[in-house]
């Protein structure tokens, strides 16, 4: 079983390194500006029952979450875009600013990871938004001027076109100082059960990890299944694990005689901040806040939330420009192929959404 699971995890390798492909990629949403600081995405790439591709994403200016508006005014409008030819090209439908996704008063600083999810009779999008709220007393004075806590909210509608806004509300938030900041959900049906993976951040900004909930119909959370379902690594993920997509891989090749597997994306960094490296050691991307690069795990689907690190000693997935950043990696499937797009540094340290797909035969030469 053992040559089994290695002969599995090669082919995952494989198929992962094919379709986040940094030099194949190109640019399809781009950013406001080109220079640091400007990127879009932090989302989900969806196919709806039209067989459209359907992806939301945040745009975001200059700035630093972990010093407040006064460092940029950071992220600014949540979006939905729609392709209608195969991902050839990406029309906006629509966008929110900050004020239109205030909820209860609660005033909105800035927009961060958002996830479309499609249910039988309804389409939910989930976003993550910082807003303007005070830390708990016994970390109060830790709070720095023009920040807030990070929270998740929904809104839905009957279709893509119709989702209201005006409905949000949220559904998960924490007060407590290990676990202050709840952001960036990814949804997703598995065994007949509705999960969300989320990020999670102290109070002192100094690690983030990936918590799991079940979620009712309503998009309530019924119950935390995990508070930390992809423990951080030893490695260059040691300070981030951040999970960001799960897709289903395809049953040919090898994989016919196996149960369902699914491939997971997630971020990953050393460190927070950039660390200055050692001028007699090797310069490598080690990623860091708004910076991070990726890694892939895996897992049966029967077996979930049993997740398995592929990337255990080092990224799989960097970019070739900038700081070396790719990250936010989300990915979906059809009869046709695989589809994903991703968070890409650039030369001028911008950070645009680029896009690739994988078709059917490509993929049944990887796991033959």
């Known amino acids: 079983m053992d040559k089994e699971i290695r002969k599995l995890e090669q082919r995952l390798e494989k198929l992962g390194e094919a379709l986040i492909d940094q030099k194949k990629a190109r640019v399809i949403i781009e950013s406001y500006r080109r220079e640091k600081g400007f990127w879009f995405g932090g989302g989900k790439l969806i196919r709806d029952k039209q067989s459209r591709l359907i ?15 006064e460092a940029g005014e950071r992220g600014l409008e949540l979006a939905v875009f729609v392709s209608r030819d195969q991902g050839l090209s990406f029309q906006k439908i629509l966008s929110w600013g900050k004020k239109d996704l205030a909820n209860g008063g609660k005033e909105v600083i800035s927009i961060e990871g958002s996830c479309l999810y499609l249910a039988k009779d309804r389409v939910w999008l989930f976003v993550s938004l910082e807003k303007k709220l005070g830390y708990p007393a016994s970390v109060k004075e830790y709070q720095k001027p023009g920040t807030g806590i990070w929270e ?4 839905s509608g009957e279709t893509i076109e119709k989702l209201n806004a005006a409905e949000i509300r949220t559904v998960l938030s924490s007060l407590r100082p290990e676990r202050l900041h709840i952001k960036d959900p990814v949804v997703f049906d598995l065994n007949k059960q509705t999960y969300m993976f989320y990020c999670q951040h102290p109070f002192s900004w100094t690690c983030s990890y990936t918590g799991l909930a079940r ?3 309503n998009m309530e959370v019924q119950e935390i ?13 040691v300070a981030v694990c951040r999970l960001t997509c799960r897709v289903p891989v395809p049953r040919v090749g090898f994989l016919r005689e196996l149960p369902p597997v699914s491939l997971y994306f997630y971020d990953g960094a050393e460190c927070m901040r950039e660390h200055p490296q050692s001028e007699k050691g090797i310069v490598r991307p080690r990623g860091f806040s708004c910076e991070e690069i990726s890694g892939l795990a895996w897992g049966f689907d029967e077996k979930f939330p049993e997740i398995y690190r592929l990337s255990l000693h080092f990224p799989f997935f960097v970019s070739d420009q900038g700081t070396g950043c790719s990250r936010y990696i ?9 589809f994903a797009c991703w ?6 340290f911008s950070q645009p959404l680029v896009f690739h797909t994988l078709n059917r035969k490509e993929i049944e030469e990887i796991l033959k």
């Not at 200059?62 to 010093?67: E, N, Q, T, V």
């Not at 299944?225 to 993920?237: A, H, K």
């Open 225 to 237: 299944v995990s508070e930390d379902v992809l423990p951080r690594g030893y490695c260059w993920d």
């Open 215 to 217: 979620l009712r119909n």
């Open 330 to 338: 989300s990915a979906t499937g059809s009869e046709d192929g695989l």
């Open 343 to 348: 968070q890409k540094s650039m030369a001028d």
């Open 152 to 155: 998740v909210d929904v809104f």
């Open 55 to 69: 992806l939301s994403g945040r745009y975001r200016n200059a700035g630093d979450s972990r010093y407040g508006l």
